[in-house]
């Protein structure tokens, strides 16, 4: 009974995911079959902003289930800011330690455009890092357990 009323509940979801993979796959082979020969190409930014779709999505679906938990409980609550925090001081200080030096390009850009492009790298790579030591860590912390 409890496990029928587990499907039904996720049942809108996978859905939702099924909706979500389609689209990306039908603008995919859109994209193929066109062949963009530019970055003008009308198929290549629907794509692109397709891709911001699903990137503004899964923000909102990664912010909103920690939200509702966190009204839960409140040491959930306390994580929840101190995660927020976190965040706050890694994006704000890869902002502020991205150099933003112009490079010589055809594209139309502002020096935000490069000082935006150095934080997201400088992000990522933090980002990146943190992962590998986790794995490392954790593979360490079950060795030693076993």
Do not use: H, Q
Request: aromatic share 10%.
């Amino acid at each position: 009974m409890k496990e029928a009323n587990e499907k039904r509940e996720n049942r809108p979801w996978k859905i939702l995911e099924l909706i979500l993979f389609l689209v990306s796959l039908v603008l995919f082979v859109v994209v193929l079959v066109s062949k963009p020969t530019g970055v003008d190409s009308g198929s290549l930014d629907t794509f692109l902003y397709w891709i911001y779709v699903l990137v503004l999505f899964a923000i909102c679906v990664t912010l909103l289930f920690p939200l509702v938990a966190a009204f839960k409980d409140k040491k959930k609550l306390l994580r929840l800011i101190i995660l927020l925090v976190a965040a706050v001081v890694i994006v704000g200080g890869a902002w502020l330690i991205a150099p933003g030096k112009a490079i010589d390009t055809n594209a139309v850009t502002t020096p935000g455009d490069f000082k935006l492009a150095d934080a997201v790298l400088y992000i990522t790579y933090l980002l990146v890092g943190g992962a590998i030591v986790t794995l490392i860590w954790s593979a360490i912390r079950n060795a030693v357990k076993k």
